[in-house]
């Protein structure tokens, strides 16, 4: 149990370093024998130094060496040389150096892992995730890791750096109104009551500009229990921010300072601010998403005004119905077959088309089934409008507005796809969404929902139209999208007792449903609430895209599967009757017990 | 809605800025009419800036004005002004000038708080709990928050440049061991199976040792379902710390240099390093604590030798029966009256002790009941091992040791307390304590509990002892002690799969137990485990202490009350059975059911 403790990590021995006697620990990487002389590859966080056994050096750690094998956790002792001629390896930086050994002690012995420690390995997700200990030893992993400490330190420091103050918000807290999603716990001092977990710390980061914190941020763990969804956690991290006595462009100059940060310091990339800007209507009319990826163009283009007077029945229609024309151009594909045709259309009616209209662009004009139904005129303005060219392909879609654009947004990124228009070292995108509606619709309900949230300020000169048209009113929420995927989002806040009553009542928020829903908070504002507003970051997914990886599961040390298992600490697990019966629940036999 | 932004906080102008044309925002902290001139302290977290409304500069805003009442969220334009001479505050750095107001802007109104916006205001806890958000805004706790975000930031930039990595773990784990004060979290998606709320994040710091991370740090949030205590909180926060290929001494070093960087950066004080260290043994014999405070010096003095041959009966059956015979000086205190001397018996006897023997130092000898019993080299003796003086009190207990050594601890606190000691610019003193017991027995169950966890690993030398007599076991179990509060504790773990099988064999914990309980764990340790040992600080109780605190709660934004409800927010709460039926529980009518 004794051991020597390393003088040197794995990564650190290089050539001025030849001729010191030196401890290494670490794990055996690798292991060759070549005609009596012992090669390990010994491995730590930091980096892989190559370790030597020759019987006339130590006879009896070179016969103790020959029991090694991969993963054992060993501590050497032993001299730096330089690598004979011909065997250095340039590609690490330990390569040029290896360490004859004279004394060997094994720390810990390894059973032969279920898979190899090393990257693109292929080895189902289900097996990485029960043995997460190996996963996390692939380099890739660590990679991830350290990158995610890089970024939490970044954030803290630019916060810090800017006046914010870090505070911790309850973990155990009051069930919120979107309580079907909510985590609850039992109390066990408590009968019969429960805390929730928070799905955001929104009305506590609120309640601290009341407190007149000014300038709150904190990297926290949310909770939601949802369904089922490919690339969500049960628990995941948010950077999460609130100011007072500001407007929208004060958080996005916070905002983009941090993004100009993370660009310099993770990617060495020199961030252009001020980033550019959509309104939420400007982004669907032109890539049909709320969050565009804007690394490619491909733009999206309203045809409503080609085709006003248009015989052509379905846009006809889609006109009188105050619905949408667009249009896509696909460069080059004027060849696709009618087999590739086919599997588009399939695609798009997957979503929700009726169909998919495509004309060919030809020297003399366009080839397409609906070409007989549309004006000489027509045409040339469609090509004009598109500035479409022989060999190029014209997608239409039309129908009722925002479905007819996310679907063709939808299209969007799948002819990005097949044309491969991302390409691994496409510039980043960064920009803000804004002008969000307050409110959405919902048919089944026939009611308003809040789109943000219930406390999410309407745009000042929107305020009247409140009352008339609620559909039309904008919101001052904003979200800041990176490669097509939203990483932020938040909101100038409602702070006005008035303002804030008139909402719930658009939104069918009764005032004793407001008061036991939003209570200490609708309390907190009698007493002097500051014009605040604020945003939330989206951690792993941020940490993703800056590792470059496709999936949050690979930058959480820890992460559940997509039906919320951890599969290496087989939680959710059952428990003992006696635990339940401390906490006053019993387990239901059926929904009608 | 609209509102002028602030070009300054209010803690922001000097005698430099006079003349500027400035906006601030704040909340009115006071408010004077001095003969039609309004005098308005506006605040911010910054600090406070006088506003002066003269009705000859703007009669409206003066007019408005008039309207404004404590707390009360104003936006004021105006211009800086020397204060006129003999009006300064040189209290406040913004004491020199004041703003001649000449548009006032009211953001929000306020309803007449419970209670006044000041320090030491004489307002029970509860109603300052559930006003938290206004409780908030005084000073004092303004300051013990941006304290604790300071200490954060601290804590993380330090462990950062030692290369450590920090590594969120997971909120929703696997029950462990200490079950029974688990949170426990229903799963949705899993009918019957829960997760639970970690208590410390102990199973997956050393996971992540046996994932080769080597340096691993987090602040984290830590969860215990306790029975009520008075500084207690169920959510708590912790700094978690694990390394690999160390001994005791690297943790050691690593903790002194944070604790250096928190006594200079927030006391201003060099700590002189190493930190004094006092095993177990020597902390209990001289302080009767395992958690001594040094900033006194009243030192315990064990007895046994004095009375080695004594034919005082209690004295003699004390040694007779292995224990102890403890005596501590109370100074200048042989005035005592009978009164007082009853008071401290009455002391001791609530903790256990059979009573409390006390002698007088007089010039001419020791004046005390059990005088007559002992013999004249004895008193002498006495006198000299203590060194006792003329007018001083000595005390002595005598019993079994662990327990007379605790009582005559807790005698010595108070001594300090009377003897008032301990002043508020004592030096702050730390030191750690070492070679705790590995294991404690219990009288209850007969058997033997591990005193810190059973990954504690016992000193080296002390191997062969458990199986002999695991009662005199030694740990390389550590505490670091601040002004007699454990402030962070940790060991060097067993990183050797036979000496642990002994360890659980000893804890009478069977193979299979040991399997349901810590099966991930002990399957990880299977494929490499390097050694490995850690830390935990309590961060509340740290902030807490260099806040000048008396209570954790004054430096958590939201804490709960002692019976875990939050006042503010009213949880835990009922909640709907629609939410229950969803998490397949319900609420048992009764224990029976």
Known sequence: ???????????????????????????????????????????????????????????????????????????????????????????????????????????????????????????????????????????????????????????????????????????????????????????????GKFYALPQSPQTYKQILMVAGFDRYFQIVKCFRDEDLRADRQPEFTQIDVEMSFVDQKDIFNIVEGLMKDFFKEILNKDLQLPLPRLTFNEAMESYGSDKPDLRFDLKMVNLNSVFQKTEFKVFHDAIENSGVISGLLAPGCGDYTRNQLDVLTDFVKKLGAGGLIWMRVKEDGLEAPVAKFLSSEEKQNLINALSAKNGDLIFILSGSKLKTLNIMGALRLEMARRLDLIKADSEPKLLWVTDFPLFEWDEQTKRFYAMHHPFTSPRLEDIELMDKDPALVKARAYDLVLNGNEIAGGSIRIHNAELQAKMFKILGISEEEAKTKFGFLMNAFKYGAPPHGGIAFGFDRLAMIFAGENSIREVIAFPKTASAISLMDDSPSSVTDDQLLELHIKVRKSAHE
Chains 1, 2 share one sequence.
Request: with cysteine; net charge neutral; glycine share 4%.
């Open 1 to 191: 149990m004794y051991f020597k403790e390393r003088t040197h990590t794995c990564g650190e021995l290089r050539e001025s370093n030849i001729g010191e006697k030196v401890i290494l620990n670490g794990w055996v990487d690798r292991n060759r024998d070549l005609g009596g002389v012992l090669f390990i590859d010994l491995r730590d966080r930091y980096g892989i130094t190559q370790v030597v056994f020759e019987p006339h050096i130590n006879a009896e750690a070179h016969q103790a060496a020959k029991n090694l094998r991969n993963e054992f956790v060993i501590s050497v002792e032993g001299y730096v040389r330089k690598r004979p001629a011909e065997t250095e390896n340039p590609e690490i930086p330990t390569g040029y150096v290896d360490v004859m050994v004279e004394k060997l002690t094994i720390l810990n012995e390894a059973t032969t892992p279920p898979f190899q420690i090393k990257d693109d390995i292929d080895t189902h997700e289900e097996i990485r995730l029960k043995y997460r200990y190996l996963d996390l030893r692939r380099p890739k992993l660590q990679r991830n890791i350290v990158l995610r400490h890089k970024m939490y330190q970044i954030t803290r420091k630019y916060f810090d750096e800017n006046n914010f103050i870090e505070i911790e918000t309850p973990v155990l807290m009051k069930s919120t109104p979107e309580g079907a999603r909510d985590f609850l716990v039992p109390s066990r001092l408590h009968k």
